[in-house]
Nanobody
Framework: QVQLVESGGGLVQPGDSLTLSCVAS????????MAWFRQAPGKDREFVAA??????TTYYGDSVKGRFTVLKDRRTLYLDMNSLQPEDTATYYC???????????????WGQGTQVTVPV
């Protein structure tokens, strides 16, 4: 069983930057395809970014393109977030899978989430 633990969330001001991290432990694979999703209160879950098993391919949701960058180092996933806006306020979840799933919502493993708050 793979465990995912996110960190790095917090309260920031509009225009600030923040980096989220997610560490995968357990399991037998040396690397995983990984992704970030987010969910704000009262809203549907939203795809944010994903990166392939090898790290060679990345995917981004339309609302974060050009502002967020997803990076991976084997079992550690990062999300560099720049120019944060109040609409980025959400709980951010890390997900992982042995298969390259891209922006689909079919990852087998997910973490507990980390909160990012950008006040109006």
């Amino acid at each position: 069983q793979v465990q995912l633990v996110e960190s790095g969330g917090g309260l920031v001001q509009p225009g600030d930057s923040l980096t989220l991290s997610c560490v995968a432990s357990g399991g037998t694979s040396s690397s995983y395809a990984m992704a970030w999703f987010r969910q704000a209160p009262g809203k549907d879950r939203e795809f944010v970014a994903a990166i392939s098993w090898s790290g060679s391919t990345t995917y981004y949701g339309d609302s974060v393109k050009g502002r967020f960058t997803v990076l991976k180092d084997r079992r550690t996933l990062y999300l560099d977030m720049n120019s944060l806006q109040p609409e980025d306020t959400a709980t951010y979840y890390c997900e992982a899978d042995e298969m390259n799933l891209g922006p689909t919502d079919e990852y087998s493993y997910w973490g507990q989430g980390t909160q990012v708050t950008v006040p109006v």
